[in-house]
């Protein structure tokens, strides 16, 4: 019997990956934008599969969903952020669509993950 890993699950991965995506464009950023804008886009983003990894390493289903669910809260976050750079000319074009693509499929994700772990786990 093979037991679920952190690394087995899709929204984790897909954040995980955005995390260094966005990481990797806002350290390049002038002082300004990184202090302003770029702290809180890459905490919100980082938090994302954050709270997917405390979630899945909670033990009851109430306990876990709670954390997916204030990941999810943070890919809404996210999406005001990146809107926001988009505007003050922080992001291309193709950096902009590929984090908007990226954060419109998470709350599908995460929900999928919420719907299994309440429908496998008893407690």
Known sequence: MKYLQLNDIDCYKR?????NYVWDIVIKWEWFAQKTIGVQFITV?????SNIAEGFGRFGKKDK???Y???????????DWNEKSKIRKLLSKEQY????????????EIHQLINFTNNKLKQ
């Open 45 to 49: 983003i980082d938090s994302i599969s």
């Open 15 to 19: 954040s995980l990956s955005l995390s």
């Open 69 to 79: 669910y204030y990941s999810f809260g943070s890919v809404k976050e996210g999406l």
């Open 65 to 67: 969903t709670k954390f």
């Open 97 to 108: 669509e590929h984090i908007l693509e990226e954060l419109k499929i998470l709350p599908k």
